[in-house]
């Protein structure tokens, strides 16, 4: 296990590699620059801030020297907000986006798999058929719709909850809510089918003839196939998880990483951008190492050689 | 009613729904078993027999199948009226099961030694520890060696044939009264099919079990039993002592099954085989239902045939006469 | 052979054979939640297209004595913040939407079948190295990508095209690739091979053809993702330019006056919902139809 580990490790460097590389060049080759914007600088002060941020250097000597920067942990300057570092703000919005994420995945494993397995028991009963078509629903529905709409509904009509506040616990239900729709659908749809598959396998027929009571044969003998398809789906829904938080934090006006991003891109503000891509892609890489390691603990016949 | 039977199967039918059809796959079957005896059930696939042994630990999933009528009668109850926790406490402990795939009928994702532990705990209320005990006494009787250590293997580590001997340790955990073995060898290599008969058998003496013994193959029944059943689309069409079926068959589908069976001692230059397909069952003909491929069909055979006693142990249902 | 064996077997009634395709189209039209996707995309794509040609406002028609007025006769979704007409604004909004779905989910299908295609079919360290490239694209960020190319580049809507269509060819060359390796060793390509039939012709003619079934399945899955990331991107301001509306622009003008005027976001975002919820029923209702293998049950 420990072999397989370092193993993936050392083949996420190419990967990264590529993708520092590509982000890199894609951003400088843009026509712009992270001061041109800003009609109010005079040339000389343009000048100026290119020859402090190093952007007057030739690229290739920019990207040389970006890549020492990165071999020291130290992941450059923002061009945005004077006297940050990446770093820095990374440390200072993870925690809020990260706990919007979690929390709202969470949330949909909790009721995905709950639902999902209720559906296969039923499978075909009314309640079934309803349960999937809601969570047809919530697969079709856009975040940043159902967002807007729980905001109209539990803010604006029922006033149980605040619109757009941030500090508080009860603050995360709906952008949780919001988040986790889509995951509870799909997980839900993804339980539903796996269990389905595994609940039609001789060994659960074996486990019936036992004398074992339903819920021993569901929960001990059917749920650790079931959910495999499950536990793949983390890697992948992780992607569009965070993708959502950009959503999520521009509706809720919460102060994320998704919101920095996007205000990064849209201000050229180089180190950032390239930043937080890589943050991003190195949070993939380790949380699809992540899923295998739990498929391989769920599934013994999967052996890492 | 003689108290040496343990079970009495009565007008068995279990039927399966499905786009509008239905099919009969079992319909109709009546069977006794005396305690300690060995029975064969013998047929082509599709003949009923599988469902027919499901049937009696009601163990047909429904939709799409469901038992609809008859009785099966166990230590004087009907097992069709048991409440489902009455049946549970069955299941296992007194009627246990052996299925056809021994490479599907174990739960991949746990230890052969928590399958076997959780029987034992759930009907005889061992402790952990004792049921692991027991889980190692009983691979160790059914003949895996260095139990102790492989209680803790995966069934993708073991090969076919230990798998079975795996599912036999299992299903002979709570001494059941009767066993009944689904196809227990069709998976199996051919050696390896004769060591787990010899398997079955030697504990059906020591543990004093009645044996269901469910089979495609009349040559496995032949040493193995007492009475068979041979069953034809979802009926018993003979029923005799194993010795006198394969000496004086009446029927004549068990006559094109025993004269398919390749006999070594006569010069044969081919196999007999029995014409036609075996039958749809969502669409039987009318009367006997294997009249199509029968090579004796009578104006007789457009009605079905009723069951005939020929002798005071021997079954039919044909229309001819001895 | 004995003789005996052949005899009788025409007894057998025959089983009533049906192509595969009126299998699934009879299967498909059981299906009441696939067939009334079906009905409820042909409406909008009906509405959206001559919808806009009945009415006497056009999308950019600005009127900003009228903005932001509650529906009514006169505007029955109401206006918005520049007091255009919210369901003339819908429906072209809709037109971009469906054809940025299409669009994009056409070039994803013409790269996703013809990669998958090419590397199925040739095998070997062709294979390899194509499949190797998908699964390191794979473990890209795309959408951050995306964020980051549109931001940067021109956010013209033909971009969006390729942009959207080019990241979602990967899923489509992978099954493509899966179908071809099961095919391509079967006997009639073997015979196409013996006649001497030129290999270009043989992926074309006889490999592509048998893969269609799982294709068209994705196909019609992609069209609402495809859909749903313009949307994702328009909400962010990096997708579809004003004046011009998407779906996604209109709730991204109506977050922002969401506790005063509402309609502004409701009527263009159930729109929207509605159609994905209905591409997807017959998505899945197609999976269904086409191949009872894959079937959820």
Redesign the interface.
Known sequence: MLKLIIRRLLGMIPVLFIIITLTFFLIRLAPGNPFANDKAFPEEVIQALNKQYGLDKPLHIQYFNYITELAKGNLGPSTRYAGKTVNEMIAEHLPTSLALGLIAYGFALILGVSIGIISSLRQNSSLDYLSMAIAMFGISIPSFVLGPLLVIVFSLTLFWLPPARWGEPKHLILPALTLSAIYIAYIARLTRSGMLEVLRADYIRTARAKGLTESVVVLRHALRGGIIPVVSFTGPALTFLLAGTIVVEKIFVIPGLGRIFIEAANSRDYFVVMGLTLFVSILLVIMNLLVDIVIGLLDPRISYK | MSTNIILSVRNLQTYFYGDGSVVKAVDGVSFELKKGETLGIVGESGSGKSVTSLSILRLIAYPPGKIIGGEVVFDNKDLMKLSESEIRRIRGKRIAMIFQDPMTSLNPFMTIGAQLKEITELHEGLSSSQARKKAIEMLELVGISDASRRIDDYPHQFSGGMRQRVMIAMALSCKPELLIADEPTTALDVTIQAQILELIKGLKEKIGTSVILITHDLGIVAGMTDHIAVMYAGKIVEYAPTEELFSTPHHPYTKGLLKSVPDPMTDQKQLFQIPGLPPDLSRLPKGCPFSPRCSNVKAECQEFPPIKQINANHYSACWLEN | ??Q??????E???PVVGSSLWQDAWQRLKKNK?AMLGVVILLIIILVSTFGPLLSSYSYDQINLDRNSEPPSWEHWFGTDQLGRDILVRTLVGGRISLMVGIIATAVSFVIGVTYGAISGYFGGYIDELMMRIVD?IY???????V???L???TKSIFMLFFILGGVSWLTMARIVRGQVLSIKNQEFIEAARAVGVETPMIIFRHVIPNTLGPVIVYTTLTI?SAM?SE??LS???LGVQPPLASW?TM??D??EA??VY?WQ??FP??L??VT??S???LG?GLRDALDPQMR??
């Open positions: 052979m004995s005996q064996v052949n005899t009788r077997v007894d057998t009634s939640l390191i473990s890209l960020p795309y959408l951050f990508l964020i980051v190319l931001a940067f580049f609402p749903l949307a994702f909400f962010l301001g996604g709730v991204n109506g977050v969401i506790a509402p976001l409701i975002g159930l929207m919902a994905l919820f591409l997807n029923f899945d959820k049950d």
